[in-house]
């Protein structure tokens, strides 16, 4: 009997020993074959922006099922204050085991810059007043000091009363856009007024017949004058006749591409296309920026009714707001009430309607049925230069004449 009990007993050992071989066996494998395991906290890649920065979210470690997060360490180049793509790298080393996982922080810039209008946003000038813009600063947390990418946009007509607008903006580096707008109201008594002062303009040109008479009477006279062009298809003769036309000291305005009522006056966009792609053209052939508009038919016309109700109000305030001028008359020749209109009564027109105590914008045409407008302007000059008037071009600095509007 005692000796099964030692082999019973012999047994029970060669058993503690086997199991203890094999947990001994597979605490080596675990260790050859087991890393610790990172998780970081939070997604692998991330994109913040420069103003809400960046607060790391830090990492797990465990290994054999045990939380070692404390041997984590940490190796960060962000710089959440500057626009760029860094990597945060989470290491550990542990019992000589190491394990290795990256993050990808992507810093972006979607904050305008600050934009601030030097002497507010509303001013009130007198007519007749000079007005010099007083401008804009602008600061971007990104780009520093942005003032000089500022744009503005808008006219203000210190000769007429009321309210305008200019529109600023300005960009980052990355797009983002602000923008302000300054109030410039223009009331009271006038301060000064130009007087004996005319302005020729002639609208619906160039012509190749009527406009080189027109011009060779100018240049004679030393006499500048206006052009409101229609569009030209970049005929080579009429780009040299507006290019004499600047030459000699005069300027040019905008009628529009088109004359046509029923397609300039169905919309605002429609309006303001048919003036942006004739300013366009006369940039190209002339490097000559138009800043002056004058609508067909001026601002007080009726037709466009017509097409769209009230588009002539909305028109006298877009224009200004995209940064022109626009004039319309205060002494007809009456050259558009037919395509002859007799020399003398061109001429008795424009001697009735000019006034010595004002300034005169006299409306004239040069387009190919005006031969009579050619002809009666020598006599105009001539008797003009006796009374004492003196003759400018327009410029951005001229008066204006505005219809009231009627649609």
Not at 47 to 72: L, Q
Not at 215 to 232: C, H, Q, R, S
Request: glycine share 6%.
């Amino acid at each position: 009997m005692k000796k099964k009990k030692s082999i019973f007993i012999g047994s029970k050992v060669v058993w503690l020993l086997l199991i203890a071989f094999v947990i001994a066996g597979g605490a080596v494998f675990l260790y050859l074959f087991t890393t610790p395991f990172i998780t970081m906290n939070g997604a692998s890649s991330v994109e913040v922006t420069t103003k809400e920065g960046y607060e790391e979210p830090g990492a797990k470690v465990s290994y054999f099922f045990h939380d070692i997060s404390e041997h984590v360490q940490i190796d960060s180049n962000v710089n959440d204050k500057k626009v760029g793509t860094y990597t945060v790298t989470y290491s550990v080393d542990y019992l000589g085991k190491t394990a290795q996982e990256t993050r990808k922080v992507s810093v972006v810039d979607r904050e305008p810059p600050q934009l601030t209008l030097n002497e507010g946003t509303e001013i009130t000038i007198r007519p007749g007043s000079s007005f010099q813009d007083p401008g804009a600063v602008a600061i971007d947390d990104s780009d520093g000091d942005v003032t000089d990418r500022i744009a503005a946009k808008g006219f203000v007509d210190v000769y007429n009363k009321g309210t305008y607008e200019i529109e600023y903006t300005v960009a980052d580096s990355y797009g983002n856009e602000a923008t302000a707008t300054r109030t410039v109201t223009v009331k009271g008594k006038p301060l000064r007024e130009e007087q004996g002062v005319i302005y020729l303009t002639f609208d619906d040109g160039p012509s190749n017949t009527v406009t080189p008479e027109i011009l060779d009477i100018l240049e004679k006279n030393k006499v500048p004058a206006t052009f409101f062009v229609i569009g030209y298809d970049h005929d080579p003769a009429k780009i040299e006749l507006m290019k004499r036309a600047l030459q000699d000291g005069c300027t040019i305005g905008i009628h529009g591409q088109s004359h046509d009522y029923s397609k300039i006056y169905k919309s605002v966009p429609a309006f303001m296309d048919n003036v942006t792609t004739l300013r366009d053209d006369l940039k190209e052939d002339l490097d000559y920026e138009a800043f002056v508009v004058r609508f067909p038919g001026g601002s007080s016309n009726t037709i466009s009714e017509q097409y769209c109700k009230g588009i002539m109000t909305d028109l006298v305030r877009q224009v200004q707001k995209e940064g022109y001028m626009y004039s319309d008359w205060n002494v007809d020749s009456t050259d558009a009430s037919a395509n002859r209109v007799p020399a003398k009564t061109l001429i008795k027109s424009v001697k009735k309607g000019c006034r010595k105590d004002t300034f005169n914008v006299i409306l004239m045409h040069d387009s190919d049925a005006k031969k009579t407008t050619a002809k009666a302007l020598p006599e105009i000059i001539k008797w003009a230069k006796k009374e004492g008037y003196v003759f400018k071009a327009m410029t951005v600095d001229s008066p204006t004449v505005h219809h009231p509007v009627n649609n």
